[in-house]
T-cell receptor
């Protein structure tokens, strides 16, 4: 049973436009969410996080939105750059429990 | 310094070999993790060490044996592995337990022949 879902295996976006990556979860006990970015042959790199008490967190070109009632979060990248092309993992946990990663979405930013 | 280092980068071993994967961090983190990642899948947690003590073992076969010699080092000893154990093995660390952001190393690509 997948507790964290990323229903789009891949996404292509034109350079300069907005990339929106989506993540849904089923466990209402999750209280912290993170996005990781992963290039081939490298470990995941932490990107941005959000606590369940917030609905938005912004860091430069990256913004994460959380809709608790819908159990949905999204990562917005504006403007998208070719270097953003990677696999993006959504991850979630609740205090004292383990990280749960989503299956990932491969983002391709086209020049 | 937010770097987690892992050695070796690549490892090829036979089913009868004994080898070890190494992980190191100097961020003062007290929690360290081993993950296994198969192609096109998310990382799967294997072990968690908190303050040098094994706190979580996610039902990993005994052919994988973790060791935390000190707060900066984490080893994964491998013995009698199977070809299906071939994967990317990722080490991560966080300030404290699973409640903090985890920082990942580059991984060791393991191939079992």
């Amino acid at each position: 049973d997948q507790q964290v879902k990323q229903n789009s295996p891949s996404l292509s976006v034109q350079e300069g436009r907005i990339s929106i990556l989506n993540c849904d979860y089923t466990n209402s006990m999750f209280d912290y969410f993170l996005w990781y970015k992963k290039y081939p042959a490298e470990g995941p790199t932490f990107l941005i996080s959000i606590s369940s008490i917030k609905d938005k967190n912004e860091d430069g070109r990256f913004t994460v939105f959380l809709n608790k009632s819908a159990k949905h979060l999204s990562l917005h990248i504006v403007p998208s750059q070719p270097g953003d092309s990677a696999v993006y993992f959504c991850a979630a946990y609740n205090y004292g429990q383990n990280f749960v990663f989503g299956p990932g979405t491969r983002l391709s930013v086209l020049p | 310094d937010t770097e987690v280092t892992q050695t070796p980068k690549h490892l090829v071993m036979g089913m009868t070999n004994k080898k070890s994967l190494k992980c190191e961090q100097h961020m003062g983190h007290r929690a360290m993790y081993w993950y296994k990642q198969k192609a096109k899948k998310p990382p799967e947690l294997m072990f968690v060490y908190s303050y040098e003590k094994l706190s979580i073992n996610e039902s990993v076969p005994s052919r994988f044996s973790p060791e935390c010699p000190n707060s900066s080092l984490l080893n994964l000893h491998l013995h009698a592995l199977q070809p299906e154990d071939s994967a990317l093995y990722l080490c991560a660390s966080s300030q404290d337990r699973v409640t903090d952001t985890q920082y990942f190393g580059p991984g060791t690509r393991l191939t079992v022949l």
